[in-house]
T-cell receptor, first 109, second 117 residues
Framework: KNEVEQSPQNLTAQEGEFITINCSYS?????LHWLQQHPGGGIVSLFM???GKKKHGRLIATINIQEKHSSLHITASHPRDSAVYIC???????????FGKGTLLTVNP | GAVVSQHPSRVICKSGTSVKIECRSL??????MFWYRQFPKQSLMLMAT?????????EQGVEKDKFLINHASLTLSTLTVTSAHPEDSSFYIC?????????????FGPGTRLTVL
């Protein structure tokens, strides 16, 4: 069983909709990463958060350490937000990451 | 800040040849770099952890003699795929760690797509 579980696996939305992607993890962590991977393959680190909430533009990430749960929200979604969103948790003292399987988001115009 | 580059971005080679992929941290020093491999529609899989000045640590199932890693400086790690075969065709991604506010963050390179004919 993967230690990092994401849902949903696939998500299709209409432009303008509010998007939520969830991530649950079973190991104790110091911080959680949210990553974005576009079809070309390159990965962009969106957030690293250890508590509370972070916001960057239309993206908001929240984390509840006690419940071992994090969410990524996209407000006013746009077709250019279409990508795979991945949450990842560091494991061990050498900061190896355990990745969720990713959520494929498709935003239609 | 915290930019990681990879070179080349795309490479096509013949079976049996060796391919070197470079990973550079452009504006910070990274004591630890990670090498990942990603097959189509699958998650990133960690191949090895590369520490400057010491031997890389390979994940279970990854052949260290086939995937040679050299971390010669705090800003450069190289992955050499030796005697490449078509099954080595994949997307290879590196990341470099940097400490920010007491937490270690991984910054990812743009990836290298390897196609072995």
């Amino acid at each position: 069983k993967n230690e990092v579980e994401q849902s949903p696996q696939n998500l299709t939305a209409q432009e303008g909709e509010f998007i939520t992607i969830n991530c649950s993890y079973s190991v104790g962590i110091s911080a959680l990463h949210w990553l974005q991977q576009h079809p070309g393959g390159g990965i962009v680190s969106l957030f690293m958060l250890s508590s509370g909430k972070k916001k960057h533009g239309r993206l908001i990430a929240t984390i509840n350490i006690q419940e071992k749960h994090s969410s990524l929200h996209i407000t006013a979604s746009h077709p250019r937000d279409s990508a795979v969103y991945i949450c990842a948790a560091p494991r061990g003292s050498n900061y190896k990451l355990t990745f969720g399987k990713g959520t494929l988001l498709t935003v239609n115009p | 800040g915290a930019v990681v580059s990879q070179h080349p971005s795309r490479v096509i080679c013949k079976s049996g040849t060796s391919v070197k992929i470079e990973c550079r941290s452009l504006d910070f020093q990274a004591t630890t770099m990670f090498w990942y491999r990603q097959f189509p529609k699958q998650s990133l899989m960690l191949m090895a952890t590369s520490n400057e000045g010491s031997k890389a640590t390979y994940e279970q199932g990854v052949e260290k003699d086939k995937f040679l890693i050299n971390h010669a400086s705090l800003t450069l790690s190289t992955l050499t795929v030796t005697s490449a075969h078509p099954e080595d065709s994949s997307f290879y991604i590196c990341s470099a760690t940097a400490e920010r506010g007491g937490l270690y963050t991984q910054y990812f390179g743009p990836g290298t797509r390897l196609t072995v004919l």
